[in-house]
């Protein structure tokens, strides 16, 4: 909360500057408050450094905050009270120690009941005080304490509701720009992951496999024959398809793999912390799948078969592409082979052409 930290250095030598002020306007009025205004100067101060250089302090900005909000409203009130006159006079102070509560607070639902407080507490106690003892020099008398607090009671009215509207606009704000990040990283028309996606969850794992150097397994997956498909039946009935085999690969993968459409019949499945046997089991597994239940589209049944290609990108291996030419190596002996199966990259395919240069 970098903002609190300048609040805290700035209410510190606020206060100073208006010891120096003060003094040079009227230095008999000053002396009756001096001790006061040092005293927060210190405490704002000594706060700004446990926040800033402390770890302690860091890591209660929260408690620092609402503790340093209520010490300010009491100095400024102490200070007012001691002077004649001077409650009516700087009231103000409390209505800008009330903005600072709406512009620095971390959450509404610390703000909020500050911001009360803040208004509510000096008025109960100086309208009791005008009513019980009004001998106090800077007392107002119980007409003008009342007239104060219905004001202060609007004021407070007005700040709930600004706090509740700035909370909403911010988490507004907030799921409209996790909606369209969402749609930057989503393929329009099956809902699964794009390019762009694949790359950045590929790096996110990339890192936590730095940590604990387990392989990620590569899938690559293309559906057999698709163009007769959108020969046949018409790019509607080809997008029934993927649509629909997109929604049972979901189902077949962990929650933790990554399903993308990386072409239009093409997909990739990241699949973490996995080894050889649990990749080679997984591509087996959505193949024989999409073999054995026809896809249900607006011309009736179709059976389909892919083809999948299948690698594991170790610690030491290259990025995302050149884990996707090798998988992609494998692919093209799968479709080269007969088509509706599985093939496991080795290190003789690099010499051969990959899925994408055969069509």
């Known amino acids: 909360f970098p903002i609190i930290r300048s609040s805290l250095l700035a209410a510190s030598?606020?206060?100073?500057?208006?010891?120096?002020?003060?003094?040079?306007?009227?230095?008999?009025?000053?002396?009756?408050?001096?001790?006061?205004?040092?005293?927060?100067?210190?405490?704002?101060?000594?706060?700004?450094?446990?926040?800033?250089?402390?770890?302690?302090?860091?890591?209660?900005?929260?408690?620092?905050?609402?503790?340093?909000?209520?010490?300010?409203?009491?100095?400024?009130?102490?200070?007012?009270?001691?002077?004649?006159?001077?409650?009516?006079?700087?009231?103000?102070?409390?209505?800008?120690?009330?903005?600072?509560?709406?512009?620095?607070?971390?959450?509404?639902?610390?703000?909020?009941?500050?911001?009360?407080?803040?208004?509510?507490?000096?008025?109960?106690?100086?309208?009791?005080?005008?009513?019980?003892?009004?001998?106090?020099?800077?007392?107002?008398?119980?007409?003008?304490?009342?007239?104060?607090?219905?004001?202060?009671?609007?004021?407070?009215?007005?700040?709930?509701?600004?706090?509740?509207?700035?909370?909403?606009?911010?988490?507004?704000?907030?799921?409209?720009?996790m909606h369209y990040e969402q749609l930057a990283g989503t393929d329009p028309l099956t809902a699964v992951h794009n390019r762009r996606q694949l790359q950045a969850q590929f790096a996110r794992e990339r890192a936590r496999q730095r940590r604990h150097g387990l392989p990620i397994g590569v899938l690559e997956i293309d559906i057999d024959h698709f163009k007769r498909v959108n020969d046949a039946h018409g790019h509607g009935v080809g997008d029934e398809v993927l649509r629909s085999l997109t929604r049972r690969w979901r189902g077949l993968i962990r929650e933790i793999d990554t399903l993308a459409r990386i072409g239009g019949e093409e997909f990739v499945v990241l699949l973490p912390e996995t080894d050889s046997t649990g990749a080679r089991e997984s591509a087996e597994r959505l193949r024989l799948n999409t073999e054995s239940e026809p896809v249900a589209t607006s011309v009736g049944p179709l059976n389909i078969t892919v083809s999948v290609g299948v690698a594991l990108a170790l610690p030491g291996d290259g990025e995302l592409d050149e884990v996707l030419e090798c998988v992609d190596r494998a692919l093209y002996r799968a479709k080269e082979t007969?088509?509706?199966?599985?093939?496991?990259?080795?290190?003789?395919?690099?010499?051969?052409?990959?899925?994408?240069?055969?069509g």
């Open 13 to 177: 030598l606020l206060f100073l500057v208006f010891v120096a002020w003060d003094m040079r306007m009227d230095t008999s009025g000053t002396a009756n408050t001096l001790p006061y205004r040092l005293a927060a100067a210190g405490y704002f101060a000594l706060m700004y450094v446990l926040v800033t250089f402390t770890r302690v302090g860091r890591r209660s900005v929260k408690p620092v905050y609402i503790s340093s909000v209520l010490v300010a409203a009491l100095v400024l009130l102490w200070i007012l009270l001691e002077i004649e006159g001077a409650y009516v006079s700087g009231h103000g102070s409390f209505l800008a120690v009330v903005m600072a509560v709406i512009v620095i607070g971390p959450t509404p639902r610390v703000a909020i009941p500050l911001a009360l407080g803040i208004l509510a507490v000096p008025n109960a106690l100086v309208l009791g005080m005008s009513w019980l003892n009004p001998g106090v020099p800077g007392m107002p008398g119980f007409d003008a304490a009342l007239n104060i607090a219905l004001v202060d009671l609007g004021i407070g009215a007005l700040v709930v509701v600004l706090l509740l509207v700035q909370d909403r606009l911010q988490i507004r704000t907030l799921m409209d720009n």
């Open 338 to 358: 007969g088509r509706n199966r599985c093939e496991f990259a080795d290190p003789e395919a690099n010499a051969r052409p990959t899925a994408r240069q055969a």
